[in-house]
């Protein structure tokens, strides 16, 4: 979700230095909460994702390839779709407009969208059981600036909608802030998950304490939202356990992790793309840089971004699993961004 462009915080490994390089600005969007104008794209990027998985399977969306062909898709439905309320259903405006849909499906003359055509006449988007997060915090911090905006408050309430809950629509809100308080003053529903990132300082700046991330995170959790806390990105130190058992520790201690609200604990570790390391960091950030090449951060066999070598990482997040599993016992452990094959590794499954 497209709220905002940029972040207050200045973390030396964030990926929008590269990504945002050419507009490196805040920018918060001014036409956000007109009347339709984001359920559109929701209920549009909904109806996309659950054709494509029900056509190709959840994996397919794995890496860039499956992605492209989802934005792709979208693109058809754009064209064919003028206009969609948040209480009209997938099933509904499908109805509405299939034959427009189908229509420009054909005359793309993608190959791409050939295995969506030949399934065509099969969709119908009832009983629909997948869910898709909406990410709001991907282009920007989800909650950094809501004081200034309030889109949290108009956010939950369009994932409130029950209808947006029946179409599998969710709201994820990612952030690194505390800036909680218009969250405390609406109903959070069963639809709205908080996911804030916490890790060590290193390389991070401006950021609040992951203490103080943490305790934000529960009283959201004392209120009703859905949890969960990201240990990403884990740094490599000379004693790189050690130094995030203790942030592991303090979920124990503040989280209610026997409550289902408490939903996971994911880990991650730094990665770069290409562009943002060769291009950005070296240039604006020679400490981290440094750290990347001590560190051999290198691209391994058919993996998307840059990473620490992989038995390292692989030996690294069974660890701190095995750790959170033992004094957090039945929590969730899942990883950030890392190909099956590292989840098969760790002893995790992907779903």
Same mark, same amino acid.
């Given at each position: 979700?497209?709220?905002?462009?940029?972040?207050?915080?200045?973390?030396?490994?964030?990926? &929008?230095?590269?990504t945002?390089?050419e507009?490196?600005?805040?920018?918060?969007?001014? !036409?956000? @909460?007109?009347?339709?104008?984001?359920?559109?794209?929701?209920?549009?990027?909904?109806?996309?994702?659950?054709?494509?998985?029900?056509?190709?399977?959840?994996?397919?969306?794995?890496?860039?390839?499956?992605?492209?062909?989802?934005?792709? &898709?979208?693109?058809?439905?754009?064209?064919?779709?003028?206009?969609?309320?948040?209480?009209?259903?997938?099933?509904?405006?499908?109805?509405?407009?299939?034959?427009?849909?189908?229509?420009?499906?054909?005359?793309?003359?993608?190959?791409?969208?050939?295995?969506?055509?030949?399934? =065509?006449?099969?969709?119908?988007?009832?009983?629909?059981?997948?869910?898709?997060? =909406? !990410?709001?915090?991907?282009?920007?911090? #989800?909650?950094?600036?809501?004081?200034?905006?309030? !889109?949290?408050?108009?956010?939950?309430?369009?994932?409130?909608?029950?209808?947006?809950?029946? *179409?599998?629509?969710?709201?994820?809100?990612?952030?690194?802030s505390? %800036?909680?308080e218009? &969250?405390?003053?609406?109903?959070?529903?069963?639809?709205?998950?908080?996911?804030?990132?916490? #890790?060590?300082?290193?390389?991070?700046? #401006?950021?609040?304490h992951?203490?103080?991330?943490?305790?934000?995170?529960?009283? $959201?959790q004392d209120?009703?939202?859905r949890?969960?806390?990201?240990?990403?990105?884990i740094?490599?130190y000379? *004693?790189?356990?050690? @130094? /995030?058992?203790p942030?592991? *520790?303090?979920?124990? !201690?503040?989280?209610?992790?026997? %409550?289902?609200?408490?939903?996971?604990?994911?880990?991650?570790? $730094?990665? =770069?793309?290409?562009?943002?390391?060769?291009?950005?960091?070296?240039?604006?950030?020679?400490?981290?840089?440094?750290?990347?090449?001590?560190?051999?951060?290198?691209?391994?066999?058919?993996?998307?971004?840059?990473? /620490?070598?992989?038995?390292?990482?692989?030996?690294?997040?069974?660890?701190?699993? *095995? /750790?959170?599993?033992?004094?957090?016992?039945?929590?969730?452990?899942l990883?950030?961004?890392?190909?099956?094959?590292?989840?098969?590794d760790?002893?995790?499954?992907?779903?």
């Open positions: 979700l497209s709220a905002e462009n940029e972040c207050p915080y200045s973390c030396t490994y964030c990926y &929008l230095q590269s945002l390089k507009s490196p600005v805040p920018t918060i969007y001014t !036409n956000f @909460q007109d009347d339709g104008v984001l359920v559109r794209e929701i209920k549009i990027g909904l109806m996309a994702m659950h054709m494509f998985t029900q056509v190709h399977g959840v994996k397919a969306n794995i890496q860039r390839e499956g992605q492209d062909k989802v934005h792709r &898709l979208m693109k058809v439905l754009e064209k064919s779709i003028p206009v969609a309320k948040v209480d009209q259903s997938l099933h509904e405006i499908f109805t509405t407009y299939r034959k427009a849909i189908k229509k420009n499906l054909v005359e793309s003359g993608l190959d791409l969208h050939q295995p969506i055509i030949e399934y =065509f006449d099969k969709f119908e988007f009832k009983d629909l059981s997948r869910k898709f997060h =909406f !990410n709001n915090g991907d282009l920007n911090d #989800g909650m950094a600036y809501d004081h200034l905006t309030d !889109n949290s408050k108009f956010l939950v309430g369009v994932f409130g909608n029950e209808t947006m809950k029946k *179409d599998g629509g969710q709201l994820l809100i990612r952030t690194k505390t %800036n909680i218009n &969250l405390k003053l609406v109903d959070p529903h069963d639809n709205v998950i908080y996911y804030t990132t916490v #890790g060590t300082s290193a390389y991070s700046k #401006g950021v609040p992951y203490k103080e991330r943490i305790k934000a995170a529960k009283e $959201l209120l009703g939202y949890i969960r806390i990201s240990l990403d990105p740094i490599q000379p *004693d790189t356990v050690k @130094q /995030y058992k942030i592991l *520790d303090e979920i124990k !201690n503040v989280m209610d992790i026997s %409550n289902p609200s408490f939903e996971r604990i994911t880990l991650g570790m $730094l990665r =770069f793309s290409h562009s943002n390391i060769d291009d950005v960091i070296r240039h604006r950030h020679p400490d981290l840089y440094g750290h990347s090449k001590r560190a051999m951060i290198t691209k391994y066999g058919d993996e998307e971004k840059v990473r /620490y070598e992989r038995q390292f990482r692989v030996d690294t997040y069974k660890v701190l699993k *095995d /750790y959170a599993e033992e004094i957090m016992p039945g929590v969730k452990v990883l950030s961004t890392e190909a099956v094959s590292v989840w098969e760790v002893g995790l499954t992907w779903e």
